[in-house]
């Protein structure tokens, strides 16, 4: 039997969000030690409640905006509220989650030897003007709107830390995670899946903004969880680069409108409300980098995700 002290030793920021739970749960079916860092402003204790009981697992209530010392050989930095509704509550402090708690996870990297790896966004590429989106492309954000709290935070965070690997040596990672969905999602958190299958749960109008044109690409959490550890234990680089990590089937919201009406059996309609303030018209990932690169790609179609996305939510509504 392996002895505990040889287990590798990972921390995630954030581990107790939506997508922190499951990378934690599937960490420790690898084997890992694992500890979950979080302020639990997104995050929930019940989305790690399953894990408490397995003596690998740890939770320290912590902000990363604040330095912390631990012993650890790898970091997956996710901390930073992720949804509309949640970033723009307190958009200073979003801000400073992504630049001052990446480089407190930088700094506690550097200390320990640890690979880390930055959880970035879809929304470093803005409203883009590529189409679909390559990691050469450098974007089309607005730095002063409403979004730019977290869009121009995940880009700081970014040149960080390229900055740290030029300049100090880290071993850093950068994936760029376009739209995810699958259960432990808030259901208030005003994504779009989310919202989508809560209205049509409720019987509500499912509301679509804009004229329901606009696009998106949806990746179902299991496979983006698959991803990350790709990434963050794939050889090291020279010259590293950000990974778009999504799935590039793409849907407007109307389809996606009705394709959970349709799948919920719901009496729900569709409300169209005005388009929000700097709300991107297209979003796709181009993959082809990760996937010759790593050798990812997501396996799991957007219907499939939604049927179990779906069950998730009957259980909580």
Not at 269 to 291: E, H, K
Request: with cysteine; charged share 25%.
């Amino acid at each position: 039997m392996k002895n505990y002290f040889q287990k590798n030793r990972v921390l995630v920021t954030g581990g107790a969000g939506f997508l922190g739970s499951h990378l934690c749960e599937r960490l420790l079916e690898r084997g890992s030690v694992v500890i979950c860092l979080d302020n639990f402003f997104t995050g929930s204790r019940a989305n790690v409640a399953h894990l408490m009981q397995n003596p690998d697992f740890e939770v320290i209530r912590h902000d990363v905006v604040d330095p912390i010392r631990l012993e650890v050989d790898q970091i997956y930095n996710l901390a930073c509220p992720a949804s509309p509704v949640h970033y723009q509550h307190d958009p200073i402090k979003t801000l400073q989650t992504s630049v001052w708690g990446g480089l407190n996870m930088l700094e506690l990297a550097l200390q320990n030897g640890a690979r880390i790896l930055q959880a970035s966004t879809s929304e470093v590429y803005g409203d883009p003007s590529v189409h679909p989106q390559p990691e050469s492309y450098w974007g089309y954000v607005n730095p002063i709107g409403l979004r730019s709290c977290y869009d121009e935070g995940k880009r700081c965070a970014e040149t960080l830390f390229f900055d740290y690997h030029r300049r100090k040596g880290a071993d850093i990672r950068i994936v760029r995670i376009f739209n995810t969905y699958g259960p432990r999602m808030h259901p208030n958190d005003g994504r779009v899946v989310s919202n989508f299958i809560v209205q049509a749960l409720r019987g509500q109008d499912l509301t679509v903004f804009g004229d329901g044109t606009q696009t998106r690409s949806f990746c179902y959490v299991d496979d983006l969880i698959g991803a990350m550890i790709a990434v963050m234990n794939h050889e090291r680089q020279e010259e590293p680069e950000p990974f778009n990590i999504g799935n590039p089937e793409e849907h407007t919201m109307l389809d996606l409108a009705e394709m959970v009406i349709k799948l919920t059996k719901s009496s729900s309609r569709i409300s169209f409300l005005p388009l929000p303030s700097d709300d991107p018209r297209q979003r796709r990932p181009d993959i082809s980098a990760v996937g010759t690169k790593v050798g990812w790609k997501p396996v799991v179609d957007v219907e499939s995700g939604l049927r179990r996305s779906i069950e998730y939510f009957r259980t909580i509504i």
